[in-house]
Antibody
């Protein structure tokens, strides 16, 4: 069974840092791209960023709202991706979802975790 | 950045009715890279349609997608109870991979 599970959320002060993890199982992790998507309470979905596979040079891309502050990485030996969040702002408060995409679905995100809540507040 | 606009914001329909949801892009996108997701309260999004018209695994055939260029449509042929939810379109033609604001389908 394909699974992705986020962890690492919590309460952090403005200006602080937090690192989220996305642990994957049930599929060939190294062949997939991993996306992070967030959703503030009562709001819509916001794409945060993506990391491609090793075959695609681990290329990353980010939303303008997080560029320069957030970094996505992955460790294929651990089947895990990460979202390092620095210089956090109150507007970064949201549920953060990890999802995978593969060539099978033209790189659309076909499996999602249940999300981890990040709260940025003093 | 490609901006996606979804209409209507809310669609109030009865069981068995047909739902037609629209997604319009601010510039032309490849139909290969247009997806639709369903989200219910407290749940993660679920992929319904990718490549504008291909159903994801396990998605009932009452869901269908169409369109090209800047205009795309998700159609639910006959609404069932479990279809009342929020629907998002997303383009992943080129980063940033933006989502539309969503259409809420609720019970009339």
């Amino acid at each position: 069974e394909v699974q992705v599970v986020e962890s690492g959320g919590g309460l952090v002060q403005p200006g602080g840092s937090l690192k989220l993890s996305c642990a994957a199982s049930g599929f060939t992790f190294s062949d997939s791209a991993i996306h992070w998507v967030r959703q503030a309470s009562g709001r819509g979905l916001e794409w945060v960023g993506r990391i491609k596979s090793k075959t695609n040079t681990y290329a990353t891309a980010y939303a303008a709202s997080v560029t320069g502050r957030f970094t996505i990485s992955r460790d294929d030996s651990k089947n895990t991706a990460y979202l390092q969040m620095n210089s956090l702002k109150t507007e970064d408060t949201a549920v953060y979802y990890c999802s995978r995409s593969t060539v099978t679905t033209n790189w659309a995100c076909d499996h999602w975790g249940q999300g981890t809540l990040v709260t940025v507040s003093s | 950045e490609i901006v996606l606009t979804q209409s209507p914001g809310t669609l109030s329909l009865s069981l068995g009715e047909r739902a037609t949801l629209s997604c319009r892009a601010s510039q032309r996108i490849s139909r290969t890279y247009l997806a639709w997701y369903q989200q219910k309260p407290g749940q993660a999004p679920r992929l319904l349609i990718y490549g504008a018209s291909s159903r994801a695994i396990g998605i009932p055939d009452r869901f269908s997608g169409s369109g090209s260029g800047t205009d795309f449509t998700l159609t639910i042929s006959r609404l069932e109870t479990e279809d009342f939810a929020v629907y998002y379109c997303q383009q992943y033609d080129g980063p940033p991979f933006t989502f539309g604001p969503g259409t809420k389908v609720d019970i009339k």
